[in-house]
């Protein structure tokens, strides 16, 4: 396949050697991308609430930090949608980058001279880089063989292990590197997370090429490439004439809510059974783990078995590891078995669902759809985790973990009641389009 000179779009249809050759440049890039951006979101975020806390004098809003964040993550998604829809993924992600990048320079900012509604902007736009790591994985499937879409997907997902494993670690040493300067030395993370940004973005920028998207349109049949079925309109429209994306998008939502109000809560209930912080770090590192490290292993299985059975994987998975941490109690091995099980649960919910919605629109209005997935799931999950302070303070950890687990009950119903009365072909229920 070869491109018009200084632009992305493709001019001729490739041969399956170098389709293929393409797809593996696409993935490495998308790989090396997630490993550096990836970095930048955790290297900075676990000081937000300290930072959020010296800049308003109070710790009643150190919380607002993260939910800023996550805001961003959630607003920025559909015109992101918007932009790639119209010019591809990468002008897409690297605007999202530099977007991200922009608001951790507001965080310095805002450190620096103590206001705290400045903050709350920086945090807000920050969220944007978020937002370019979880779009990344749709950008991965924009190129892969229908019965490996789920597997090019989880490829990226796992990428993000080296961020969500190394960020934190390095909080403490970006936080020094700043030391007897103007920067507050809570802030000095979110410097980092600037430079990283601005590399990622120029990475994406410059190695991107062809775009993966504008590429699979050149590839896709005539009929699929209307400029008409391209708009968020379009995208809405897709999602309501196909009930496996529905499922889908609830699989998305469901998954990562459950997930985060769990998540969220649960070092709180570890202290309040004694646990220390290095107890506390540990179960949140196994947490971790399971969310990213085998997330190869559930595109396999959703590639081999089918979405639906993926998404009733997440489903088990996510009910029994709120059954064990919300019993857990002191015994805090069984907590850390539910944490572990738990990211094992979204990553299922996560891999499958990104998977069949891609399967289950037409491909000028993938874009759109994966953008508005975003957003619901941000959304909802924001949604959640302020919810799960308040279920957490009036009933309870273990109450907390029986709700997570009332949330999964609609999202199998749906998945059962699409498999009955929207049954799949062969083809389409391990990776080709359905509706």
Request: net charge positive; proline share 6%.
């Amino acid at each position: 396949m070869t491109a018009s000179p200084g632009t992305d779009r493709p001019t001729a249809t490739a041969g399956l050697p170098d389709a293929a050759r393409l797809r593996r440049r696409t993935t490495g890039v998308l790989i090396a991308s997630q490993m550096l951006g990836g970095l930048g979101v955790p290297i900075s975020i676990a000081l937000a609430p300290v930072l959020a806390s010296e800049v308003s004098g109070t710790e009643a809003l150190s919380g607002l930090a993260s939910t800023a964040a996550v805001i961003g993550t959630a607003l920025v998604s559909l015109p992101l949608a918007a932009l790639m829809t119209a010019r591809g993924r990468r002008p897409g992600l690297v605007l999202a980058y530099l977007i991200g990048a922009a608001g951790a320079g507001l965080v310095v900012l805002a450190a620096t001279i103590e206001s705290f509604p400045l903050l709350m902007l920086g945090m807000a736009a920050f969220g944007a880089a978020s937002s370019a790591n979880l779009q990344a994985r749709f950008a991965a499937a924009d190129l892969a063989a229908p019965d490996r879409r789920a597997r090019s997907i989880s490829v990226v997902v796992w990428a993000s292990t080296i961020g969500a494993v190394l960020g934190p670690n390095l909080s403490a040493p970006a936080s020094r590197s700043f030391a007897g300067t103007s920067i507050p030395e809570t802030a000095g993370p979110f410097v980092w997370a600037a430079a990283v940004f601005l590399l990622t973005a120029a990475l994406i920028g410059i190695l991107l090429r062809p775009d993966p998207l504008l590429t699979a349109r050149a590839l896709a049949a005539p009929e699929e490439q209307t400029r008409e079925g391209r708009s968020l309109r379009a995208g809405f429209a897709a999602v309501k004439a196909s009930p496996r994306a529905r499922l889908a998008l609830v699989t998305v939502a469901v998954s990562h809510t459950t997930m985060v109000s769990i998540m969220v809560m649960t070092p709180m209930d570890l202290g309040h059974h004694g646990a220390g912080l290095e107890l506390i770090g540990l179960v949140i590192s196994g947490h971790i783990a399971g969310m990213f490290a085998f997330s190869p292993l559930m595109g396999w299985l959703a590639d081999r078995l089918g979405r639906l059975s993926g998404i009733g994987l997440a489903a088990g998975l996510l009910s029994v590891a709120a059954l064990l941490a919300g019993t857990a109690g002191p015994h805090h091995g069984q907590s850390a078995a539910g944490l572990f099980l738990l990211g094992l649960g979204w990553s299922a919910g996560m891999v499958s669902g990104s998977a069949l919605l891609t399967d289950s629109v037409p491909q000028p209005a993938r874009a759109a759809v994966q953008g508005l997935s975003d957003l619901t799931m941000n959304t909802a999950a924001g949604v959640g985790g302020a919810a799960a302070g308040l279920v957490m303070a009036q009933a309870g950890y273990g109450w907390l973990n029986a709700v997570g687990a009332c949330l999964l009950l609609p999202m199998a119903a749906l998945a059962l009641f699409t498999a009955r009365r929207h049954p799949a072909s062969a083809t389409s229920a391990k990776g080709g389009v359905s509706s």
